[in-house]
């Protein structure tokens, strides 16, 4: 079974403050994602990387920036955390198997953000 | 052009009856179609998907019906379950992008009443 897990899946932080929310994938995918989830916007995309070391600007990047070192894993870093970055977190992974974009996205149980 | 509009927001649906979400799109180049399942405190997970090439796909009790002229597309539920009742994403993409970037539709919260 693909395995795509998060570190944490509550997290308070203040605002002004640098926050980290790490992914690890175990199925060798090409291709990462990270996602925020809030009611009545649906999942909005926020960056995405397709191999390491490359990444790529989502819907959202405002206030946010990503790290991939290594092919299992995927950062998002909020540089100085605002009370508008409280909502759900969620991390996703996908092979490119297909090489046509269709492959499944694998989701993450998701890191509830609280910025106070 | 790269919004996928989703309704209803929320849905209330008695057990074994049909539950339908419908979605719209703008961009005429996207050709992929899936659905995706969330429920609560999980990660969303795919469902079922089609591309514009067949109007209707057919998997168990779920169903999507495409069409491509209005672009528009719908999941149909039929004899809803309670254990049906989730969270249900459509998203649409374009197959040749590559990373696979899936535009997310907002969402809608599907209640089965027993």
């Known amino acids: 079974d693909v395995k795509v897990t998060q570190s944490s899946r509550y997290l308070v932080k203040r605002t002004g403050e640098k926050v980290f929310l790490e992914c690890v994938q175990d199925?060798?995918?090409?291709?990462m994602f990270w996602y925020r989830q809030d009611p009545g916007l649906g999942l909005r995309l926020i960056y995405f990387s397709y191999d390491v070391k490359m990444k790529e600007k989502g819907d959202i990047p405002e206030g946010y920036s990503v790290s991939r070192e290594k092919k299992e894993r995927f950062s998002l870093i909020l540089e100085s955390a605002s009370t508008n970055q409280t909502s759900m977190y969620l991390c996703?992974?996908?092979?490119?198997?297909?090489?046509?974009?269709?492959?499944?996205?694998?989701f993450g149980p998701g890191t509830r953000l609280t910025v106070l | 052009q790269q919004q996928v509009k989703q309704s209803p927001q929320s849905l209330i649906v008695q057990k074994g009856g049909i539950s339908i979400i419908n979605c719209a799109y703008e961009?005429?180049?996207?050709?992929?179609f899936p659905w995706y399942q969330q429920f609560p405190g999980k990660g969303p997970a795919l469902l079922i998907a089609?591309?514009?090439?067949?109007s209707e796909k057919k998997e168990g009790r779920f169903t999507i019906s495409f069409n491509k002229s209005a672009k528009q597309f719908s999941l149909h539920i039929m004899d809803s379950q309670p254990g049906d009742s989730a969270t249900y994403f459509c998203?649409?993409?374009?197959?040749?992008?590559?990373?696979?970037?899936?535009?997310f539709g907002q969402g809608t919260e599907l209640s089965v009443k027993p």
């Open positions: 998203a649409a993409s374009i197959s040749d992008n590559q990373g696979g970037k899936l535009i």
């Open positions: 199925m060798d995918h090409e291709n």
């Open positions: 961009n005429t180049a996207f050709d992929y």
């Open positions: 996703a992974s996908s092979s490119d198997f297909s090489g046509r974009g269709t492959d499944t996205q694998y």
């Open positions: 089609i591309r514009p090439d067949v």
